[in-house]
Every structure is written in structure tokens, then in C-alpha cells.
């Protein structure tokens, strides 16, 4: 079965990489706290920055950077997730820079969206950080402004507040399962040659299936029927045929398989056939006689 966290702790920091200005001043975390005010009035808290680095940065655009490594991230994703929003231009280090965030609606414009704030602060210290906690599943957008403040003489005009820039790739918060089975899987290996054989069979499927089918044949067959052992699964049944009176024998096992659950079906029979091949070609296949997973071709005995 799937197991899904139930904890999120997303990081979502504005930064404005700003330089030099005529009138340099301090930016303290105290400064970002009073911020909090302004967030919390959206279901979320703010604190200043500094939990959590940029190694793995993702690129968006010209203006926007996430901290994580793709624009996609886990609900219980540890540490911190961080968004950057770059002026372009060094020079600014006054007016007052903006971030905010929005839930995407497809098919809305952006402007139209329900868009929340993150921080609005003079940016004098070149960086500008708020902390969400709490952000449930869903897609976000984001989207920048600086605005000027001040005469030109002691303000850089060069980024100009005469709109949005919009993050072009948004953040998507999903459930991440724990599960190492990757939709559906299916293998075979043989574990025992010569006249007494032995081979297993695994299915495994990530979202469950209450019903497959198996089925394979065992070549130059000897003796009674093989000897069939199946772990994992429900509702199972096994039916051993012989074809057209040969001495081949074909197995079918049909039942249910549970989310991110695996199946075993261990074989073991007589055989005095010579050859290197020892099974023929082995499938699984839903109600619709669909594949599952690719089939497996003939075991192989070395």
C-alpha cells in the first residue's frame, strides 16, 4: 500500500540580488518579521531566511529561481523550498520589491487569479525572504515587482516598475509515495536447471489491480504436475494444462494484486529436455487481455 507523509514544510523566499546605491542601509531579520502580518492573513507564517541552501537551484527563467531540483516537489519534502526573483540590475537598492503567489486555475488569466502576498519591503540589503509552512498540494505561480521610490538622481529607473514578471514554469506540490514499484512490473528468473527445475515469476504494480492474469509454459514436461507455491495476491486460482497432448505445460494463475504490493509464483517440475530454454514465453495481462508490463521471454539455463 502506499504511504503518504503528512507532514510539509515549504520554504518560499524572494530575492532581489541587488548592489551598490548612493544610500546604502541595513537590512536585518527583524526588518522581514514585521512581514509576517501580511502572509499570515493567507493560512501561512513567515520567518526570515537562512534555513537551507541553493545548491541544486532550478533555473525558471531570466527573474526566477526554485531551490529545489525541478519545479515539482513532494508534499513531505524535507528541508526547504525557495523561489528568487532576480532584478537584473545591480544598481537598485531602493523602492520597495514585491513577491507574491497565487494558486494556478487553468484556463483563468493570470492577472485574474487570486493572488496573495508574500513580503513588500525595501530591499536595501539585496535580499528579501518569507517562509510558507504548511502549503498544501496543489500548482503555484508566482510573479515579481519592484517599485520605485525617490527622485531618479537616488533610485535606478533601469528596472522600471511598469508591470509583473511572471515565473513561466510553476511549483507543483503532489503526494510522493514511499513505493519502489514503477506502475506495473513483471520478471522472471530461473533458479534451478537439470532435471529437477525451479523458476519464479514476480509481478508487482504500484496502484493495485483487482485482476490479472498470468500464464506461461514449462517445456518437455516429466512426472506430475508441477509443483506451484504463490506469495502475495488474493482470489488466486492456478490451472495446470497440457496442450494438444504434448509435453509441454502451460500454468495460468489469475487474482487480484494490492497497491504497491508484489507477487511471487515459485515453479518447480521434472524435466529430461536437454536444451537451454526451459520455459516458453510468459505474460500478464488485465480483463482486457491487455499486457501488463511487457512479457518475459523463454528462462535461460546456462
Not at 76 to 81: H, L, Q, W
Not at 114 to 137: F, I, K, M, R, Y
Not at 174 to 182: K, Y
Request: hydrophobic share 35%; aromatic share 10%; glycine share 10%.
Amino acid at each position: 500500500m502506499k504511504i503518504f507523509t503528512t507532514k510539509m514544510l515549504a520554504l518560499v523566499t524572494s530575492a532581489l540580488l541587488l548592489g551598490a546605491c548612493s544610500q546604502m542601509a541595513t537590512y536585518e531579520n527583524e526588518d522581514l518579521l514585521a512581514n509576517q502580518e501580511v502572509a499570515a492573513k493567507s493560512g501561512f507564517n513567515l520567518t526570515p531566511y537562512g534555513t537551507g541552501g541553493n545548491e541544486n537551484a532550478y533555473q525558471v527563467d531570466s527573474y526566477f529561481t526554485y531551490s529545489s531540483e525541478s519545479y515539482t516537489i513532494c508534499y513531505d519534502e524535507a528541508g526547504s523550498f525557495t523561489v528568487s526573483f532576480f532584478a537584473q540590475n545591480t544598481a537598485i537598492a531602493c523602492g520597495n520589491f514585491m513577491i507574491q503567489y497565487a494558486i494556478f486555475e487553468e484556463g483563468v488569466d493570470l492577472d485574474a487569479l487570486d493572488w496573495q502576498n508574500l513580503t513588500e519591503t525595501n530591499p536595501s540589503s539585496g535580499v528579501v525572504s518569507a517562509t510558507l509552512t504548511g502549503l498544501p498540494t496543489g500548482e503555484y505561480t508566482f510573479r515579481g515587482q519592484w517599485l520605485r521610490t525617490g527622485s531618479p538622481t537616488s533610485c535606478s529607473t533601469s528596472f522600471v516598475n511598469t508591470g509583473w514578471r511572471y515565473a513561466t514554469e510553476n511549483l507543483i506540490v503532489e503526494e510522493c509515495s514511499d513505493c519502489d514499484i514503477d506502475g506495473n512490473e513483471f520478471s522472471g528468473e530461473a533458479v534451478t536447471c537439470g532435471a529437477s527445475r525451479e523458476v519464479n515469476y514476480t509481478f508487482g504494480s504500484e496502484e493495485g489491480l483487482s485482476y490479472f492474469k498470468m500464464q506461461g509454459g514449462l517445456t518437455n514436461f516429466t512426472g506430475d504436475n508441477a509443483v506451484i507455491m504463490i506469495t502475495g495476491g488474493s482470489n488466486l486460482s492456478v490451472v495446470q494444462a497440457t496442450p494438444g497432448g504434448s509435453s509441454n505445460r502451460i500454468i495460468t494463475v489469475e487474482g487480484a494484486v494490492g497497491e504497491c504490493e508484489t507477487i511471487t509464483v515459485n515453479v518447480k517440475w521434472n524435466s529430461t529436455n536437454s536444451g537451454g530454454i526451459i520455459t516458453g514465453n510468459w505474460s500478464v495481462k488485465d480483463a482486457d487481455g491487455d499486457d501488463l508490463d511487457a512479457p518475459v521471454a523463454g528462462l535461460t539455463c546456462s
